[in-house]
């Protein structure tokens, strides 16, 4: 919204209500294309404190200008021609002033209107606007800054259109090619039914074609046209067929309001903002928004002035553009002061043309189905049974149902749905709000699943996809009774980023073998090659978890609102996205690898419980809010009080001068250095460097007792060794000896 949006939108409102009375005469800043013009009754007071400074002569009144010459503020004549002195008590006159032709549009009685030569300046509020019997304006050949050409007023080049005469005779008007700009109110109710704008028309003015009764169409499309100024085309009746320029890039406040028969119009993809106001009491029920556009302001869609002219919304009313879009968050934007608070319908582009084909689809009832033929086959558009357990047939009428429409079961209170196998796709919000809806097995004929298929489905508890390749956003949004989801291992696409947010009782995800892009392990959803963590139950039992090996990347929102989870190790997670551990308030204990590079906005938002976190000098991108803040609820947010809020004792472990160190002191959040991780516990490095030496030296110790023990006993050993074949050798002498004493002895007898 704009920065002014509560003084504006109250002036505009003003000026809104009043939009098929007098014209309201702007105090017009012509540098600033968001100032919405202030009437007559708002400036009363300054313009009488200006009346006193002013001179009066004859029928005119006039100011001094800065070169002591005459601006001509007001006049009083009746006369039906005027022809404006080139002097005024013998000065030059130069200037008109935004009133030199009165401010009473009821009463002024000018048709003709003569300039001279001398008028060098024409204020850019338009003093003609009040002349509401004009018919033609002439200016002396001789002036070198304005001329006249069939009664219409122009700059002297004739790049710039001043003013077409309100009552100039002619239905149609070819605006020359040489204007490059509408000034304000240039063609003020002007009794024209068809306008052909130059090629070469850059701007459109304050109230430039504003109060044309009669105009049906205006095609700004081979224009340059970039700004549509505030209440450029208001109050314009008639007017029914618009189209743009391709560079438009700003539609003002007001611009097209109290134009009740316009019903449709389609902007340029390089529009960026719409004023408030903009398509106020028009037949608009639906507005496409093009993606680039960055700011739609206060009660520019959607609301009508109602009898007693109130302007009030209307909430049938429907948004259309991309989620987190402009047009996106003006359907639930608010403003707490002023008790203003949108509630339209919000639609992507593709459900939006959906819905243009649902409606379009001629229907035929049959007994509890209502069903219609188009050109995508037979669908059914209704179910009016009152069954508990409905079963949908696969031909009604003797044609095959293909498809489910949006809402088709909006209006039973079944608790199970059996769908046939002719069944090919679930449009957008097909099952939207069946509130007692537990249990539903979609066949594997289905292979397209439409975005909030299951919208609203708050009892549902049990889900099983057998052939889904295409699963659209927001499936089951607000299923927050949802425990056990399965699908065949077929998915080759899912369009949400955050497929389970929304159920706050999941338990356990089972994806079976095929060629898609998911799979599932122990209730945990992954992608393919299990290097993406895809969705964690939130309701999974168990109060720990260790990210196998192979997952480097936690995917946004997947482990969000896992109420159990106190214990967390991510091994090889280079990658957390955010929102990925919001709200596990029971979480105690969180363990990163020291590859980790990025940390997203949110990642540990209100995990209340963890007090204190270690990150790794390789983290080099972390997003607001990442860790160490949670939401207060009692927060006076009105009154500039922050509800994102700063955990109190919460203590970061990070090497000095990492982004993880220079982020904890740009948020003031307590950091230390120095410390490393110690069995599960931050102590000082200089402490676990001292542990490791005495450690070290103990070690050395030990292997040098060890070491001397077996020195003595290798020793020992041989010792032994030598001692034993000593012995042995002295055996082996003394039984050499006695061998050669028997000898000695038989040589003896046998000489006796």
Request: include cysteine.
């Amino acid at each position: 919204m704009f920065e002014r949006k509560k003084i504006a939108a109250f002036i505009a409102g003003l000026l809104i209500c009043a939009y098929a009375a007098a014209p309201a005469a702007g105090a017009f800043a012509e540098e600033e294309k968001d100032d919405i013009p202030v009437s007559d009754d708002l400036n009363e007071a300054g313009d009488e404190a200006a009346d006193e400074t002013y001179i009066k002569s004859g029928d005119f009144m006039y100011s001094m200008t800065h070169d002591d010459t005459i601006c001509i503020e007001d006049c009083t004549s009746t006369s039906e021609t005027l022809a404006v002195p080139d002097k005024i008590d013998g000065i030059a006159v130069t200037e008109l002033g935004k009133k030199a032709f009165g401010s009473d549009p009821a009463n002024n009685t000018f048709t003709e209107i003569s300039l001279p030569a001398s008028i060098e300046y024409i204020s850019g509020d338009n003093p003609f606007m009040y002349c509401t019997k004009l018919k033609k304006i002439t200016v002396d050949g001789k002036n070198e800054n304005f001329c006249a050409e069939d009664g219409i007023l122009y700059t002297k080049e004739k790049d710039k259109l001043i003013c077409y005469p309100t009552e100039k005779e002619g239905t149609s008007f070819k605006v020359p090619d040489s204007v490059k700009e509408l000034g304000t109110a240039a063609l003020y109710d002007a009794e024209l039914e068809e306008i052909t704008l130059p090629d070469g028309l850059e701007s459109i003015g304050f109230f430039a074609v504003s109060c044309l009764p009669r105009l049906t169409s205006i095609d700004m499309s081979n224009t340059k046209v970039e700004e549509i100024n505030p209440y450029a085309f208001s109050s314009c009746s008639t007017l029914s067929d618009v189209k743009f320029s391709e560079e438009l890039t700003y539609i003002g406040g007001g611009a097209f309001s109290g134009c009740p028969i316009l019903k449709e119009i389609k902007f340029p993809d390089a529009l960026v903002e719409i004023g408030q106001y903009a398509f106020v009491n028009t037949g608009l029920t639906a507005a496409v928004i093009p993606d680039n556009v960055a700011e739609i302001g206060y009660c520019a869609f959607g609301y009508n002035t109602n009898t007693v002219g109130n302007i009030v919304a209307d909430d049938s009313f429907t948004m259309v553009g991309k989620i987190g879009g402009a047009a996106y968050k003006y359907a639930t934007d608010s403003d707490t002061e002023y008790d203003y608070k949108n509630n339209f319908t919000f639609l992507t582009p593709e459900e939006y043309q959906q819905e243009l084909d649902y409606l379009n689809v001629e229907r035929v009832k049959s007994g509890d189905f209502e069903y219609g033929i188009s050109d995508e086959g037979t669908v059914l558009t209704c179910c009016y049974s009152s069954e508990d357990v409905i079963t949908v047939p696969a031909e009604i009428d003797g044609h095959k149902i293909t498809k489910i429409y949006p809402s088709c079961f909006g209006l039973t209170n079944a608790s199970e749905i059996i769908l046939p196998d002719t069944i090919e796709e679930l449009r957008e919000m097909a099952f939207y709000n069946c509130p007692n809806l537990k249990k539903i097995t979609v066949p594997a004929s289905v292979k397209v699943i439409g975005d909030r298929a299951f919208d609203g489905c708050t009892a549902l508890e049990d889900v099983e996809f057998l052939g889904a390749e295409t699963i659209g956003d927001r499936v089951f949004c607000n299923c927050s009774s949802l425990k056990n989801f399965k699908a065949s291992g077929t998915v080759k696409e899912w369009k949400d980023e955050e497929p389970f947010i929304f159920c706050t009782a999941l338990e356990n995800i089972e994806i079976g073998s095929g060629d898609g892009i998911f799979c599932s392990e122990n209730g945990i959803m992954y992608n393919k090659d299990k290097t993406v963590l895809a969705a964690y139950p939130a309701q999974k039992e168990g109060r720990s978890f260790t990210a196998p090996s192979s997952v480097t990347e936690v995917a946004q929102s997947a482990f969000a609102n896992c109420r159990n989870l106190e214990s967390v190790k991510l091994p090889n997670v280079r990658i957390i996205n955010a929102y990925a551990f919001e709200n596990c308030e029971s979480l105690t204990y969180f363990d990163v690898s020291d590859k980790l590079e990025k940390l997203g906005s949110d990642a540990l938002y209100c995990c209340t419980a963890l007090k204190s976190l270690r990150l790794p000098e390789s983290l080099t991108e972390i997003g607001s809010y990442a860790f160490g803040y949670y939401h207060d609820e009692n927060a006076d947010v009105e009154n500039g009080e922050p509800d994102d809020v700063l955990m109190e004792g919460f203590t970061l472990y990070a090497p000095k001068d990492s982004a993880a160190y220079k982020y904890a002191q740009n948020e003031g959040i307590k950091v230390v250095t120095g410390t490393t991780k110690f069995f599960g516990k931050s102590v000082s490095s200089g402490f676990v460097y001292t542990l490791a030496g005495i450690l070290g030296a103990a070690v050395l110790g030990i292997i040098g007792v060890l070491t001397g023990k077996a020195v003595k006993k290798g020793k020992a050993e041989k010792a032994a060794a030598e001692r034993k074949a000593k012995s042995a050798e002295l055996r082996k002498k003394r039984e050499e000896e006695a061998a050669d004493e028997e000898e000695d002895e038989s040589v003896e007898e046998d000489n006796e």
